[in-house]
């Protein structure tokens, strides 16, 4: 079997990792691509485990600043915690916007507080909040994920029919194409050996 070396999986099998030796057999091929794509997911669960901490940390922070005034907060190591501070001109001085927002937002809270105790019923209409919300969040989830299924069950038909062309290329028509094959070579209990080409002499497909 003809395997271009350009491809990611031709990659992944010749640089990540020890090098190989000898020439390999499709089964041996694709459990190493295997085993070492499983590697690169991994690592990169764990930087987008991080980064996603990090966007947590910074959309934390940036809710409290950006309302109250003080400016966009970017929490990053090397540089200062506030990037974009929020300036207003007054009376010929620059000064923090959060000098104006904070007194509002107190006095709004102030006002918030004394009309909930003021009311009737504040227990009930508190409970009837939550029940509205805790529905119209879950329909909404709801609605989002039914789109996300159909969008994914379309996206695979319309892979699918594509993947069938042999005139097809890129990284999805080599794995498919490669898996394919492997399928095929299980089955049989016969797997050939793998012969490495240039990308300029593309593999034929396998039937």
């Known amino acids: 079997m003809k395997i271009r070396t350009g491809t990611w999986h031709h990659w992944l099998y010749t640089e990540f990792g020890s090098k190989p030796k000898g020439q390999p057999n499709l089964c041996a091929y694709v459990r190493r691509v295997v085993f070492n794509a499983f590697i690169c997911i991994l690592l990169a669960i764990v930087a987008i485990a991080f980064a996603t901490i990090f966007a947590v940390f910074t959309v934390a922070a940036n809710c409290v600043t950006i309302p109250l005034g003080f400016g966009v907060a970017v929490t990053w ?19 923090s916007l959060a000098c104006f927002l904070v007194p509002f937002w107190l006095l709004s809270v ?78 049989e209990g016969i797997c050939p050996l793998v012969e490495f080409v240039e990308p300029s002499e593309p593999s034929p497909p396998s039937s």
């Open 77 to 95: 190591p090397d540089k200062d915690f506030m990037q974009i501070p929020f300036r207003v001109q007054w009376r010929g001085e620059r000064k």
């Open 110 to 187: 102030v006002a918030t507080c004394l009309w909930w105790g003021f009311s009737n019923n504040p227990t009930e209409t508190m409970e009837l909040l939550i029940a509205v919300g805790t529905f119209v969040g879950w329909v909404a989830v709801a609605i989002l994920g039914l789109m996300a299924l159909v969008l994914l069950i379309a996206s695979f038909l319309e892979l699918k029919k594509k993947l069938a062309d042999s005139e097809v290329t890129g990284p999805v028509a080599d794995a498919y194409r490669m898996a394919k094959a492997y399928v095929k070579a299980r089955k």
